[in-house]
């Protein structure tokens, strides 16, 4: 078990959403349930907790009753090498569930997901100021991130505003060598 394993609380859906989670992601699985016991303070023979794995990291799932709910202040965030994991994971999340801004959705049991790509921290860290605000306002107008309108939005003006642009500042250099 990792040392810092985070602990989900749910209202009598913990098994669900685990078996939820782990049929989106690859190298997940379902590692344990717990039930409760005479001593309760769930209903005998429910379930109590769900130990499962999303790719690789550990997670428990706790059915602690309806006295908390989950709130975007915790979310989790999930790093995507490509449009088309980050199309995937999109669609599968916000099955039940709802789109909010900035690449943040809320699944149909309240968790809140940041569904990013990789290369927006790239994007964003860049030492030209002005590419990371183009980038960070771009981000800003966005549900679903675009990792082709980040890209776009970090290119230079002249390249931003016409299609092809690069193309034909690299074929004009090559001729002109």
């Known amino acids: 078990m990792q040392k810092i394993t985070p602990c989900l609380w749910f209202d009598g859906k913990a098994e669900e959403a685990a078996k939820f989670y782990t049929s989106i992601f690859p190298n997940s699985k379902i590692l344990s349930v717990s039930r409760y016991g005479e001593a309760g303070p769930g209903t005998k023979g429910s379930v ?4 499962f794995r999303l790719d690789g990291h550990e997670f428990i799932a706790l059915n602690g009753g309806p006295a908390f709910t989950f709130t975007p202040a915790i979310s989790l965030s999930v790093d995507c090498k490509s449009q088309k ?11 039940g569930g709802q789109p909010q801004q900035c690449g943040w959705l809320q699944d149909r049991y309240g968790v809140s997901w940041q569904i990013v790509p990789s290369v927006l921290g790239e994007l964003l860290r860049s030492r030209d100021a002005k590419k990371s605000q183009r980038v960070m306002k771009a981000m800003l107008q ?7 309108g980040l890209k776009k939005a970090a290119a230079p003006d002249g390249e931003r505003k016409r299609p092809g642009a690069r193309a034909r500042k690299t074929k004009r250099a090559s001729a002109a060598r």
């Open 48 to 51: 109590m907790t769900v130990m």
């Open 85 to 95: 994991e980050v199309d995937d994971l999109w669609r599968k999340l916000t099955r």
């Open 142 to 148: 966005m549900v679903k991130l675009d990792i082709d």
